[in-house]
Structures are given as structure tokens and as C-alpha cells.
């Protein structure tokens, strides 16, 4: 069943993104030979497809906000270094 959702922006954290979502499915494929047939099974992921082509908030493209959604965001330089200070690391002595 094909639905469209509003997602939430993984920059600007509002729901504002329209997305069709797909879900996922198996189906048979038969096969056959001289020597019979046979059915495999196969699975299909579930898709996600983006509506907008940006962010109407923070002006974000279609490909930057696929790419956050399907590898995740990269952290700010600033955000590593508090990380690093949390855990009792100092960063001017890290190479």
C-alpha cells in the first residue's frame, strides 16, 4: 500500500517534508526447465520517495534531504568537539 506521509527535516527538525512511502513486499518468481520448475521468493524493500523538491524552512535540496534521511547527518565540527570533551578527551592533543 503507497501512503503519503509529512516527515520531519533532518536539518531544521519540523515536519514539513511530504513523503510517498512504499512498503515492502514479497513475490514469487517461477522458474522452469527441463528438469522442472521452481519458485523463489523475493523480497522487496520498503521506498521512501520525497515530494518536495526543498525544505520549504530551511532551504535545503531534495538530494541534501535524501541523503541525511538515508545516511544520517554529519555532525558539526563544534558538536565533535563537545563530544570529545564529554568523554575526557583533549581534542588539541588528538591528530
Not at 503519503?4 to 536539518?11: G, K, S
Not at 532551504?59 to 565533535?80: C, F, Q, T, Y
Request: glycine letters at 6%.
Amino acid at each position: 500500500m503507497t501512503e503519503v506521509i509529512v516527515e520531519e527535516c533532518p536539518f531544521c527538525k519540523q515536519k514539513t517534508i511530504n513523503v510517498m512511502h512504499k512498503e515492502g513486499s514479497f513475490s514469487a518468481e517461477r522458474t522452469r526447465c527441463r528438469a522442472g520448475r521452481s519458485t523463489k521468493y523475493v523480497k522487496h524493500p520498503e521506498k521512501y520517495d520525497i515530494l518536495v523538491d526543498k525544505c520549504p524552512n530551511c532551504g535545503k535540496s531534495k538530494r541534501e534531504i535524501e541523503n541525511a534521511l538515508k545516511h544520517g547527518k554529519e555532525p558539526s565540527r563544534e558538536e565533535v568537539l563537545k563530544r570529545l570533551r564529554e568523554a575526557g578527551l583533549d581534542p588539541s592533543r588528538l591528530k
